[in-house]
């Protein structure tokens, strides 16, 4: 076993798994270090079954009981999957609305090979090229709902433009496996890389004549479209996947929350990694866990990590890219600083490490539809509208910043997702729909189910979030993980302009659902809103992390250079998503994978 690489990765996920593929396929040696499991295919392993247990989202095990007596949620009782890491263990500590800090599983995506991907709805949307230049576009402009003008202060362009991203959403597109349709999305295309989506919902006819109306009565005019889904529909010969004869049986529902057992859900272990996992440059260590990095001069010169056995390892490499996912990835940096001084030196020449940390302002409308579906025939959403994200629909709203809407077919379709999902929205409320809702037995609970199943139809909304310094990842002052390093801190509001944002774009949710093919809007519509008004709001994320090592073009005012380089780092970079200076109208991980090849690019330049 070699120790010497020219790239060490640490984190497999959409950050990670792009360099590794890219590098390999140019004859430079890589290693990723993975600190969760390789869960295989049901092909992959031979057996018939997948690694996967169906109990990504509710999990078989027994239910545990919050051991940490310095948090306010200390004995509350979670679950947790086998795909997450262990609360008790290594929990997320965020502060909540009354200021007390209360620990939760938000934040983490999965601890697997393959990271957030395996278990990810596949949503696969690019940014709009507004969305890369928010600080330009809003010179000038007037936007409510900001009286100290704070977002004319904080936004920052990105270094890098949608012209200079372009070819490398095309390649991601390609490389990963995505179907969709380009036709009516709000961006330039200079290839159509996608797959056939398959066919629709019927539920989601609704949503579809929804979208058409909404944008006429906005006066844009903008049509929905099969949104790009991470799922292939038809052979991906680069990752070696075949489809099904009939490649409708992909919709399972099981796409977004699970992990998929025939590999046709592009995680990146199926899409990106398997591929090259026999080539002679390559090399992936599982269930190891990073712990620190060590340096002298501008070098990282060691990458310490606990092999499965737990015990201390290192490796060297001529590039280091750390790419655990926004908030392991800033404590990784974090913890490495405060055990080698000039690394602390270096990563905190500047004070932004940390700082505006991102997620998105998301939330929606849902109504009870007329007749029921077989939902469980379906993949995460059905059709998309970028009517929310262009000049006119932003200056008549005086919004600063754009949102795609999408529909999620299989929102509650399985009985499973239905009770595990009621009113739940975390650890922090996971019983909560339950014990509040005392309808729900006998009589009542058989209405819900009659009301609810196959007939509940949502409408979401995924925009930008306003960033702020004071919006941060630190480490924890008391509370350690397992292994006696703090465990990351998560303290992070919603500014007043989000909370509009959220309350315009869930408008537009539950217009498209008043609007759904029926004028006389004869079926019961939920009123729409936005993440905000959760009770947990603070500890919200979307399950995307973003921000807290923003690049940009002065290292005076970022963490990282345009190709993701740490400043004042000769060979340490930081690809996973907390190299976003704003966070992008829609999902992130498409953007992630593309960012990543662009720097694979770089690197190759550089080996
Ligand atoms: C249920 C769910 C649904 C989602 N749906 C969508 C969607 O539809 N569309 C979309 O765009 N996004 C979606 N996401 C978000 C998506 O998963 C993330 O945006 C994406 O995975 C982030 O990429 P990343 O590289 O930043 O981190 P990840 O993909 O999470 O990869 C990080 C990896 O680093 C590993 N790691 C962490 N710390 C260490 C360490 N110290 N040592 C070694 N390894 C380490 C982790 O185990 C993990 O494998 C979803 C997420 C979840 C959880």
Redesign the pocket.
């Known amino acids: 076993m070699t120790n010497q690489y020219n790239v060490v990765v ?8 792009p360099i590794a593929n890219k590098l390999v396929a140019a004859g430079k040696s890589v290693l990723i ?4 499991p390789l869960i295989d295919t049901q092909s992959g392993l031979g057996q018939g079954v997948s690694g996967f247990k169906r109990d ?1 989202l509710l999990s078989d095990g027994p239910e545990k009981i919050l051991n940490l007596p310095s948090v306010s949620n200390h004995l509350s009782s979670y679950y947790h999957s086998h795909v997450e890491p262990d609360i008790n263990d290594e929990p997320h500590i965020y502060r909540n609305k009354s200021g007390n800090d209360s620990a939760t599983i938000e934040g ?10 395996q ?7 690019r940014f709009t090229e507004i969305d890369l230049e928010l600080k330009s576009f809003n010179d000038g402009r007037v936007i409510k709902s900001d009286p100290n003008d704070d977002i004319k202060r904080e936004v920052r362009d990105w270094p890098v433009s949608y012209h200079q991203l372009e070819p490398y959403y095309a390649e991601a597109e390609e490389k990963v496996g995505i179907n969709g349709t380009t036709a009516n999305q709000q961006k330039r295309f200079s290839q159509n890389n996608y797959q056939q989506p398959l066919s629709a919902n019927p539920i989601s006819q609704y949503a579809h004549s929804g979208m058409i109306e909404l944008g006429k009565r906005l006066g844009t005019n903008i049509l929905p479209y099969r949104p790009p ?2 799922v292939i529909t038809q052979d991906h010969p680069l990752s070696g996947r075949v489809v099904p004869t009939n490649p409708e049986t992909a919709k399972t529902s099981y796409v ?2 699970y992990g998929d057992p025939l590999g046709l859900k592009s995680n ?1 272990w199926v899409s990106l990694l398997k591929p090259i996992k026999d080539e002679a440059g390559f090399e992936i260590r599982c269930n ?4 620190h990095l060590n340096s002298t001069a501008d070098r990282v010169d060691e990458v310490v ?1 606990l092999d499965p056995a737990g015990v201390e390892q290192t490796v060297t490499a001529d590039i280091v890219v750390v ?4 908030i ?2 800033v ?2 940096l974090k913890l490495s600083a405060v055990l080698d001084a000039n690394f602390n030196q270096r990563i905190n020449q500047n004070p932004l490490l940390g700082k505006y940390f991102l997620t998105h302002c998301f939330g929606g409308a849902s109504a009870i539809m007329p007749g029921r579906f077989d939902k469980s025939i379906a993949l ?2 059905d059709y998309a509208t970028d009517t929310c994200a262009v000049r006119s629909f932003l200056d008549d709203k005086g919004l600063w910043a754009g949102a795609a809407i999408y529909n999620n077919t299989s929102d509650s379709a399985l009985p499973l997702a239905l009770f595990r999902t009621h009113q739940a929205q975390d650890l922090d409320t996971l019983w909560h729909g339950f014990m509040n809702d005392l309808d729900m037995v006998g009589e009542g609970m058989i209405d819900f189910l009659d009301n609810e199943f196959g007939r509940r139809l949502s409408v979401s909304f995924m925009g930008n979030q306003v960033p702020l310094p004071d919006n941060r990842i630190e480490l924890h002052p008391t509370v350690k993980d397992k292994l006696g390093r703090p465990v990351a801190y998560v303290i992070k509001s919603w500014h007043q302009h989000d909370r509009y944002l959220m309350d315009v774009m869930a408008e537009q949710c539950t217009n498209v659902l008043r609007y759904g093919g029926n004028d006389s809007h004869d079926f019961p519509v939920s009123p729409g809103g936005g993440i905000y008004q959760a009770d947990n709001a603070l500890a919200r994320m ?5 921000g807290g090592a923003r690049f940009g073009d002065d290292e005076a005012d970022s963490v990282l250079s345009p190709d993701c380089r740490a400043w004042y780092f000769d060979n340490l970079y930081v ?4 190299f976003m200076p704003t966070s992008g109208g ?7 994978q593309a960012n ?1 090849f662009r720097v694979a690019d770089h690197l190759i330049g550089r080996l």
């Open positions: 640490i984190g497999s996920g959409a950050g990670g798994a270090l993975e600190k969760g990504e983490y995506t999965a601890q697997v090979v393959g990271g957030g991907t278990i990810y709805g596949g949503v696969s949307l889904l991470a977004n929350r990146t190891c866990v990073v712990t990590y790419a655990c996912s926004a392991e990835s404590r990784l995460d959403a979307a399950n995307h992390i973003l690809t996973d998503g907390s829609a999902n992130p991980t498409l953007t992630i990543s």
